[in-house]
Nanobody, 120 residues
Framework: QVQLVESGGGWVQAGGSLRLSCAAS????????MAWYRQAPGKERELVAQ???????NYADPVKGRFTISRDNARNTGYLQMNSLKPEDTAVYYC??????????????WGQGTQVSVSS
């Protein structure tokens, strides 16, 4: 009964900022790695950023220096702070988490996606 729910997407002008949230709920023992992906129309889904249970981070080249991934383990929530947004950042953003639950030693879960639209 583990679920991931994303929020914080919306419309913003180029140069603006948005903060995405990914809240996990259910029978969670621990959350291991968390990541954000995005998929633009006509393109494949791509990894944007990831963070390990120990706090190590990794970013795709197009977002380095502009996006920051973080997590709040007490709230079972991950975040993606997006600054200096560009029109090419427009996409549906998906949260992914590897979670240990009562059912599985570790399983991968996806959120439903949240739309981010950046205008010129």
């Amino acid at each position: 009964q583990v679920q991931l729910v994303e929020s914080g997407g919306g419309w913003v002008q180029a140069g603006g900022s948005l903060r995405l949230s990914c809240a996990a709920s259910g029978s969670i023992f621990s959350i291991n790695a968390m990541a954000w992906y995005r998929q633009a129309p006509g393109k494949e889904r791509e990894l944007v950023a990831q963070i390990s249970s120990g706090g190590n981070t990794n970013y795709a080249d197009p977002v380095k220096g502009r996006f920051t991934i973080s997590r709040d383990n007490a709230r079972n929530t991950g975040y993606l702070q997006m600054n200096s947004l560009k029109p090419e950042d427009t996409a549906v953003y998906y949260c992914n988490a590897k979670i240990r639950s009562w059912r599985f030693v570790e399983a991968s879960y996806w959120g439903q996606g949240t739309q981010v639209s950046v205008s010129s």
